[in-house]
């Protein structure tokens, strides 16, 4: 079971970026799905979430600006993140949450909440 995060880059404020998260070893069938992020002396933080009936969250700070989107044929989770800025800089990680039961369609997954993780690309903003 792996999760395999790519997209991650560089780039001046007001710029995009889409980030993949290639799932192996199971189907996003009975998982929710989430992208964290963590910069240096920061908890790690959920930036926006899916839900396998298709329920989107998104933490305040991106909701306009970041959308997330899953391909269920090919088991890959998206994070398109436009008008970026400085401190969306950090490094993003990618999670399952399985099963992905009622009490967490409506909100925003934790990190606490996941069961498997990526081993996070790393998106820098500068000015």
């Known amino acids: 079971v792996h999760l395999v995060e790519s997209g991650g880059g560089s780039v001046q404020v007001g710029g995009s970026l889409r980030l993949s998260c290639a799932a192996s070893g199971f189907t996003f069938d009975n998982y929710c799905m989430g992208w964290f992020r963590q910069s240096p002396g920061k908890d790690r933080e959920g930036v926006a979430s899916i839900k396998n009936d298709g329920t989107k969250s998104y933490t305040d700070s991106v909701r306009g600006r970041f959308t997330i989107s899953q391909d269920n044929t090919k088991n890959i989770l998206f994070l398109q993140m436009n008008s970026l800025k400085p401190e969306d800089t950090a490094m993003y990680y990618c999670?399952?949450?399985?099963?992905?039961?009622?009490?967490?369609?409506?909100?925003?997954?934790?990190?606490?909440?996941?069961?498997?993780w990526g081993q996070g690309t790393q998106v820098t903003v500068s000015s």
């Open positions: 999670a399952a949450v399985g099963p992905c039961v009622s009490a967490l369609v409506f909100r925003l997954l934790a990190a606490s909440d996941a069961n498997i």
